[in-house]
């Protein structure tokens, strides 16, 4: 699987949009973007997935550069619940990751 | 998003026991479920891929003896730590997937050996 690069971490203004980047240039055509994000003792929630359009859900929004090497996760108004270590993943059948970006939602 | 569920969310053992935990996929069939470990501020860390029916396959350095899967149905997978030690002590978590599509994670077991 591609390995991906991420900031370590972000900050963010509550009602603010976040947006989260992601390297993942040795990414391979059959390989989609995942984005999970993990809140402190818990399992990894999952956001959205895309392979080379552009998606949204009632979470996030995913954009996807045309070349695909980099992908950017958008939380478009960031409540403090938001607070959460977010993990971009490059999968094919399997999911390894990264060490994600640490969003911290400020008042 | 689809339902995984684990159990013991946490548990504690003693030394030289096995510990046996088990991630339940509720509302879809998992063709595929991953075990991952996570230790304290480090990311997850998979452990082995397991499909129904088969034999898993474990990451490089991850002992198979040690930590044994059983894939035995499409909705339940198990994770046996055998003969754990103080060092096995971690978060487990498992996830589950259908064919070539997302991975939904349990809720984590946390691990404790005394």
């Known amino acids: 699987d591609a390995k991906t690069t991420q900031p370590t971490s972000m900050d963010c203004a509550e009602g603010r949009a976040a947006n989260l980047p992601c390297n993942h240039s040795t990414i391979s055509g059959n390989e989609y973007v995942y984005w999970y994000r993990q809140i402190h003792s818990q399992g990894p929630q999952y956001i959205i997935h895309g392979l080379k359009n552009n998606e949204t859900n009632e979470m996030a929004s995913l954009i996807i550069t045309e070349d695909r090497k980099s992908s950017t996760l958008i939380l478009p108004h960031a409540t403090l619940r938001d607070t959460a270590v977010y993990y971009c993943i490059a999968a094919g059948n399997q999911f390894y990751f990264g060490t994600g970006t640490s969003l911290t939602v400020i008042p | 998003g689809a339902v995984v569920s684990q159990h013991p969310s946490w548990v504690i053992c003693k030394s030289g026991t096995s510990v046996k935990i088990e991630c339940r996929s509720l509302d879809f069939q998992a063709t595929t479920m991953f075990w991952y470990r996570q230790f304290p501020k480090q990311s997850l860390m998979l452990m082995a891929t397991?499909?129904?029916?088969?034999?898993?396959?474990?990451e490089q350095g991850v002992e198979k003896d040690k930590f044994l899967i059983n894939h035995a149905s499409l909705t339940l997978s198990t994770l046996t730590v055998t003969s754990a030690h103080p060092e096995d002590s971690s978060f487990y978590i498992c996830?589950?997937?259908?064919?070539?599509?997302?991975?939904?994670f349990g809720q984590g077991t946390r691990l404790t050996v005394v």
């Open positions: 996830s589950a997937s259908r064919q070539g599509r997302e991975a939904f």
């Open positions: 397991s499909n129904e029916g088969s034999k898993a396959t474990y």
